[in-house]
């Protein structure tokens, strides 16, 4: 069974830093794109970034590139977001992804995570 | 970016009827078009990948059309467990956009 549980939510000042966590499960990690993908407080879905296979291609949405990195460690079966310089905009649920790999990298999640908080507060 | 449009934005309907959701592409998408369904406080689930395509597991009354710029979304006889918000997101350019959602209440 895919699993798929995120870490590392929770409150932070505006200008301030969080590492979200991934750990991934019952599925060969190293196989799939992996994504991030996030919904503030009553809105809709917003995707955030895509980590190719062994981490060499990334993409991110406009408004995160300079301050958050996706990565990942097929070692550990595990995703990462750094989020730097935190704004009261980046407050939301922020979900781990797998890639569904119909189109390859252009393809859509197909597994979510439960989701973690970000609050992005003084 | 390609700007995705769901119309309407909220639905209600009954138990039993036939629900078409739309979503329209600012640009040709050929048919990197995913649907997924969200319940609240839970995270979304894919439906249908490829405009067409089921995902193993969903129900044979959910269905997708479309290729181009105009996508359907079709639930042919609305069940209790349907009422939820659905979504529409793009996978041929980045960014990969997301409509704003379509929330499908109970009449």
């Known amino acids: 069974e895919v699993q798929l549980v995120e870490s590392g939510g929770g409150l932070v000042q505006p200008g301030g830093s969080l590492r979200l966590s991934c750990a991934a499960s019952?599925?060969?990690?190293?196989?799939?794109?992996m994504s991030w993908v996030r919904q503030a407080p009553g809105k809709g879905l917003e995707w955030v970034a895509n980590i190719k296979q062994d981490g060499s291609d990334k993409y991110y949405v406009d408004s995160v590139k300079g301050r958050f990195t996706i990565s990942r460690d097929n070692a550990k079966n595990s995703l990462y977001l750094q989020m730097n310089s935190l704004r009261a905009e980046d407050m939301a649920v922020y979900y781990c992804?797998?890639?569904?790999?119909?189109?390859?990298?252009?393809?859509?999640?197909?597994?979510w995570g439960q989701g973690t908080l970000v609050t992005v507060s003084s | 970016d390609i700007q995705m449009t769901q119309s309407p934005s909220s639905l209600s309907a009954s138990v039993g009827d036939r629900v078409t959701i739309t979503c329209r592409a600012s640009q040709s998408i050929s048919d990197y078009l995913n649907w997924y369904q969200q319940k609240p406080g839970k995270a979304p689930e894919l439906l249908i990948y490829?405009?067409?395509t089921l995902q193993s597991g969903v129900p044979s009354r959910f269905s997708g059309s479309g290729s181009g710029t105009d996508f359907t979304l079709t639930i042919s006889s609305l069940q209790p467990e349907d009422f939820a918000t659905y979504s529409c997101q793009q996978t041929h350019g980045n960014p990969y956009t997301f409509g704003q959602g379509t929330k499908l209440e109970i009449k």
């Open positions: 490829a405009a067409s």
């Open positions: 019952g599925f060969t990690f190293s196989n799939f794109w």
């Open positions: 992804a797998r890639v569904g790999g119909w189109y390859g990298g252009n393809s859509g999640p197909d597994y």
